[in-house]
């Protein structure tokens, strides 16, 4: 399933499933973006990040894809599991400054 | 190896006090960012310690002041506590001045009454 992060803020789908979170970023100028994943009680974990000179970056599991011409960074998360029910969030930061957090995507995985 | 730590978890304050929020970074790290996370809201940059020094700050009063200590750990203060400061407080660190790969704290759920 698919969800843009500031509009449908839930996500829910079926353990084994393919996940795919979206974000729309602000800075035109941003150069860093990073995903992060906060479970309840818990502060965000650091996911994966990519920088603005690639498009595409994978992990465990995971990979981000950067479109900078419309602004949009999608995460995917491969045979989602029940452990990775969570808030996801996008940041942005340019030229080495702070980040700039999105309003976050809950994903609930149902077993 | 120890990642970020925070302190207290929880705390409880009243309208106008003062409260003292610390954090010890993951080893090796040297920069302390600080941020506000509200109820279902994403984290607010408070502002960045390097090299004791507050190297950047976000849109927050001067009420929110903080410090930096040799050994990388840092205090966050806040004055004249609002109803509205009720939040969870989040620390996060990384090495060298900016923000890659930072890493967070579990925070400090403050609660203003």
Redesign the interface.
Known sequence: GESVGLHLPTLSVQEGDNSIINCAYSNSASD?F?W?KQES??????II?IRSNMDKRQGQRVTVLLNKTVKHLSLQIAATQPGDSAVY?C?E?YN?????????TRLTVKP | DAG?T?SPTHLIKTRGQQVTLRCSPKSGHDTV?WYQQALG?????IF?YYEEEER?R?NFPDRFSGHQFPNYSSELNVNALLLGDSALY?CASSLG???????????TRLTVV
């Open positions: 860093y990073i992060y009680g818990k502060g965000p974990q650091f990040d969030f940041a930061a080495n400054n702070d980040m700039r957090f999105g309003a976050g | 970020v925070q960012s809201q994403g984290p607010q940059f960045q950047q976000g989040l001045a900016g923000t890659r790969e930072a890493f967070f704290g579990q925070g």
